[in-house]
């Protein structure tokens, strides 16, 4: 296997076992979560023009839609941005108070960000945002070091601009060869 290969497949490694522990750990929590990140408060949701029609029930054109954004006249939660559109500071319209949980879980017009936040693969590491409650850095690490086995040793390190966000690196332990596949 060639060191490109060899990348690929630890990539791949590292983005199954982040959504397993996400599917074991983060997402069970959201019905109980205390600060539910489809409220919008610390962050921001990007959308396509297919997921805004639809969230918040459109009839008119995206070009109309658009003039009405730029005149300031259109929901004050949504910025228009390089072809997408970017929503914060109030709860998305996919989201159910009363129920407290998404009413488009496991949809096609789910958004990406939704499905990835906070545990998700991101070129060839793993990024997790501590800002989700449900979040145990320590169990994750443990967790990571499980899938990609005794051979690679997981390194945290913390953005400087944004030290909630830690990136998760499998590095192999010197004097280690991983395993032949």
């Not at 954004?69 to 910025?79: D, N, Q």
């Not at 319209?93 to 990835?116: E, F, N, V, W």
């Amino acid at each position: 296997m060639s060191n490109q290969d060899s990348r690929r497949s630890l990539a791949s490694e590292l983005a199954a076992a982040a959504d397993a522990y996400q599917a074991a750990a983060v997402i069970p929590h959201c019905s109980v979560c205390a600060k539910p990140c489809c409220r919008l408060d610390a962050l921001v949701l990007e959308l396509e023009w297919k997921q805004i029609r639809t969230f918040w029930k459109l009839g008119e054109s995206r070009k109309t839609f658009d003039r009405q954004l730029a005149a300031g006249k259109g929901p004050e939660e949504i910025r228009a941005a390089n072809g997408l559109y970017y929503v914060h500071s109030k709860p998305c319209p996919a989201y159910d108070l009363a129920g407290h949980g998404c009413t488009i879980y496991g949809q096609d017009i789910k958004p990406a960000g939704c499905s990835d936040f906070p545990v998700y693969e991101d070129m060839g590491s793993v990024t997790a945002d501590l800002r989700c409650e449900a979040v145990n850095l320590d169990a994750l690490v443990a967790w990571l070091a499980r899938a990609v086995g005794p051979a690679f040793r997981i390194v945290q390190s913390a953005d400087a601009e944004f030290p909630f966000l830690v990136t998760l690196a499998a590095r192999k332990k010197a004097g280690q060869r991983p395993p032949r596949a």
